[in-house]
């Protein structure tokens, strides 16, 4: 495994594709620390929310980012999950709700917010051993990463996970309506003119829309390994 250790693992794909579970379960499975770039445009959302202030105020929201402190750190409970910490607030919980969620969507297409949140996020996978995801991190954030993933879904898988994922939250949302927010979602993210969502020339791409959590993760797992034998032949030689 030590010859996997420096590697740098993006996965970028559309909401709702599974990134967050794969990411984290891959990282676990090769010891690498799992860096979730949502975690902290969500953050940015709810402190946004919080103080009132408009998400189409770009220089506002720009400079909020500039003054907040987010924190990424492995859950002390040790089964792997990860803990974002907002100005020394344990946000976790918080940020998974459907308002900031879709209050994240629209901060993300803020130039000034995503220029802020790329060098934090460059800064903390520079060393590799990281597994990231994202929706721009093999295109922009880490264009050279040693293995780039775009992992996607059928629009209706995607929504039915989304849907699944807040029923058991106890959010009361409706099928139909979620579907059609997921396609509006690809369709900004695409569209934005700051990192939008774009597949790397090099990604592998997987479609996980029949395929299970740990299935994705080992295929992952085993391109990484692969990965890692090419790149230590280049070094001997």
């Known amino acids: 495994m030590s010859a996997e250790r420096n590697l740098i693992i993006a996965i970028d794909g559309p909401v709702g594709s599974g990134k967050s579970t794969v990411a984290r379960r891959i990282a676990e499975m090769l010891g690498y620390v799992y860096i979730d770039s949502g975690a902290m445009y969500r953050s940015v959302a709810l402190k946004a929310l919080r103080q009132g202030i408009p998400l189409d105020d770009a220089g506002t929201l720009t400079e909020l980012t500039r003054q907040t402190r987010i924190d990424l750190r492995v ?4 089964d792997g999950s990860q803990q974002v910490v907002l100005d020394g607030e344990n946000v976790t919980a918080p940020i998974r709700t459907l308002e900031v969620a879709q209050a994240a969507s629209r901060v993300a297409v803020v ?4 220029e802020v949140l790329v ?8 060393a590799g051993g990281v597994v990231m995801e994202g929706r721009d991190i093999g295109s922009v954030v880490f264009p050279d990463a040693d293995l780039k993933i775009f992992l996607t879904a059928s629009p209706e898988i995607r929504a039915e996970r989304r849907w699944r994922e807040h029923q058991q939250k106890g959010d ?7 579907l059609v927010e997921i396609r509006e979602r ?9 990192s939008p969502l774009v597949q790397a020339p090099d990604a592998v791409v997987v479609d996980s829309t029949a395929m299970e959590p ?21 070094q001997s030689k």
Not at 111 to 114: A, L
Not at 186 to 194: C, Y
Request: net charge positive; no cysteine; proline share 0%.
């Open 75 to 78: 859950d002390s409970r040790g």
């Open 111 to 114: 130039q000034g917010v995503r």
């Open 119 to 126: 060098a934090e996020q460059r800064r903390a996978g520079a």
């Open 172 to 178: 009361s949302i409706d099928l139909t309506r979620t």
């Open 186 to 194: 690809d369709r900004r993210d695409r569209e934005r003119a700051t």
């Open 214 to 234: 740990e299935e994705v993760a080992r295929l992952v797992v085993m391109l990484v390994r692969e990965q890692a034998t090419r790149t230590t032949q280049t």
